[in-house]
């Protein structure tokens, strides 16, 4: 079997082109969706994950307020400043760039954040909405996992979905819209035992490990759909993803390509995020 690729860069390019839309409705009705960027410290890839993001926010019209912070910054400071973005009514968004330095606690930061505002959907209240089923803010990559599986109608009822991993940010909220979708899911982490024949059994494979090509093409199940959430730079400087991709592919029904698969959609799942923050200002929705 030949796979369909799930282009994420033409996912994301639907979606973006459907916010700029809902932007100029915001416009009109008062003011325009506000992203407030927190980026503490000089790591370089959080650096290039925050200019992506607020280089699409531009793109689509949603404003950025950049807040830039050294390294040295303390836990109380960053709480000032998450408290003082939650009581300014300009800002309908706020994410802060993980990972903290050490030394920050990142729990108390993130448990800062206004829920209302709380575009990444990490937040508690946001997680445990998203467990009952009423999710308000679903996490950006997990979101953008489900629309690359609607994009390429994919059968989640009933399916035996695998996801590797169960970081809070991907695996964990992921599993849970995978069960919401009426698929029959399996966590696997780095306990797992015998995890060939896990992914062999699997009809939907979501992989967000990081850890370059651990998951071999041939555990893959013929005609299984392959969600690669891994973005890992090989010492040659080529970015590979978790899973084997071109002995995947051959025989994968559907798959996402590294780069140029989940990367984009979970930019675009972001800004519609702080999109639907605006219009609930705005009571749009
Ligand atoms: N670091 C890596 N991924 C993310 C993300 O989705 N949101 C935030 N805030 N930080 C991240």
Redesign the pocket.
């Known amino acids: 079997m030949s796979a369909r690729i799930l282009d994420g860069k033409a996912c994301a390019t639907e979606l973006l082109q459907a916010a700029t839309g809902r932007v100029a409705q915001c416009v009109v009705r008062g003011a325009g969706p506000c992203l407030a960027v927190v980026l503490v410290g000089d790591d370089p890839a959080?650096q290039v994950?925050v200019r992506s993001k607020e280089r699409k926010a531009a793109e689509v019209g949603v404003a950025t307020r950049d807040h830039r912070l050294p390294a040295n910054t303390g836990t109380d400071e960053l709480l000032a400043l998450v408290r003082a973005l939650n009581d300014d009514p300009q800002v309908d968004g706020i994410?802060?760039?993980?990972?903290l330095p050490r030394g920050v606690d990142s729990e108390a930061v993130l448990r800062a954040i206004d829920p209302a505002k709380d575009v990444?959907g990490?937040h508690p209240e946001n997680l445990g909405l998203l467990m009952l089923g009423t999710p308000r803010f679903v996490?950006?990559?997990p979101q953008g996992c489900m629309r690359l599986l609607a994009m390429g109608e994919v059968k989640l009822a009933g399916a035996r979905a695998l996801v590797l991993g169960r970081s809070t940010?991907v695996g964990k909220p992921i599993a849970q819209l995978l069960v919401q979708a009426d698929a029959t899911v399996t966590v696997a982490h780095s306990r797992t035992q015998a995890l060939a024949e896990e992914v062999s059994r699997a009809d939907v494979v979501i992989a967000a490990i990081g850890r370059p090509e651990f998951i071999r093409g041939a555990w893959i199940k013929e005609g299984a759909a392959v969600i690669d959430v891994g973005i890992n730079r090989l010492a040659s400087g080529r970015l590979v993803g978790d899973v084997e991709y071109a002995a995947a592919a051959e025989r994968a029904s559907a798959i996402t390509p590294v780069p140029g698969g989940v990367g984009p959609m979970?930019i675009a799942c972001?800004l519609s995020n702080v999109i639907d923050a605006a219009e609930r200002r705005l009571g749009l929705r």
């Open positions: 959080s994950y994410l802060v760039q993980l990972p990444d990490f996490a950006c990559t940010i979970t972001l």
